[in-house]
């Protein structure tokens, strides 16, 4: 596991675009596309307000570029709350990424509908033997929650499905979620959190004693890829020492 520690989230948003930039480059030497997972919530919009601004869009070969989603509040795309809704106004809608290579989660179908539909298009995208992102983007809830796995929760523990829909009751809403074995196989995994609220449970993820139930991040371990945090100074402010 690697941890950038930087000053704040502007400054973890430049080493995280970097990071992106250089990762592309690297794998499209052998590879002809590379796929990422975008991740909501409000962690990653400047990261993708950089990705959109002229120093990195005029670098990125976005043409060869697939997008996914970790996961997805089950509200419609209009709504505020949508992580693909955010994705679209800070980033996609500002690059030239082919529309069909972006994979949204589809809340205009029921949920199980929806989690069907998500799990063939991963079907179709990589064949049966199951997904290998190039690199999935996550964030961290101040609950220690990642993707939409949750604390207490019983999708912390899917190992069959690849995706699923459930109704997270403390929400009141249905959440779509790719699971944590799937996101396991990808090559590089990259966290960001920002924030004093997110310092302790950064602690407890990090370094404290192994409870998924209680800290649902600490089950993103690659099993061949590598694992990275970019954080905030707050964030690591609990942390007995940057790594
Ligand atoms: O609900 C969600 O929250 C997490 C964390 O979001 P943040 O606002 O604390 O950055 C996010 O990673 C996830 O995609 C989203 O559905």
């Not at 675009?17 to 480059?25: L, R």
């Not at 060869?64 to 955010?86: C, I, Q, T, Y």
């Not at 989690?115 to 992102?133: H, I, R, V």
């Amino acid at each position: 596991m690697k941890m950038h520690v930087a000053a704040d989230t502007a400054a973890l948003s430049r080493e995280l675009a970097d990071f992106i930039q250089q990762d592309i480059a690297e794998v499209l030497k052998t590879k002809d596309r590379y796929t990422l997972v975008l991740s909501g919530g409000n962690t990653p919009k400047q990261l993708y307000q950089l990705l959109a601004s002229e120093a990195y869009r005029n670098n990125i070969p976005w043409e060869k570029l697939h997008f996914f989603w970790g996961d997805e509040r089950f509200v419609p795309f209009e709504d505020s709350r949508n992580n693909a809704k955010m994705a679209f106004e800070e980033l996609l809608d500002k690059v030239p990424a082919s529309r069909d290579h972006i994979h949204v989660m589809d809340t205009s179908l029921n949920p199980e509908a929806s989690s069907e539909q998500y799990t063939e298009a991963l079907s179709a995208y990589f064949g049966n033997e199951g997904a290998t992102f190039d690199l999935v983007l996550l964030g961290m809830g101040d609950d220690g929650h990642t993707l939409s796995l949750f604390p207490g929760t019983a999708v912390v523990h899917e190992n069959e499905k690849w995706v699923t829909a459930f109704y997270l009751d403390a929400q009141s809403m249905y959440r779509i979620t790719l699971t944590a074995p799937v996101v396991n196989r990808a090559s590089k995994v990259a966290f960001m959190a920002a924030g004093k609220n997110k310092a302790e449970v950064l602690k407890q993820v990090v370094n404290g004693d192994r409870n998924v139930d209680l800290y649902p991040s600490q089950i993103i371990k690659p099993e061949n890829g590598e694992l990275h945090w970019f954080v905030d100074g707050d964030a690591a402010s609990a942390l007995a020492s940057a790594q």
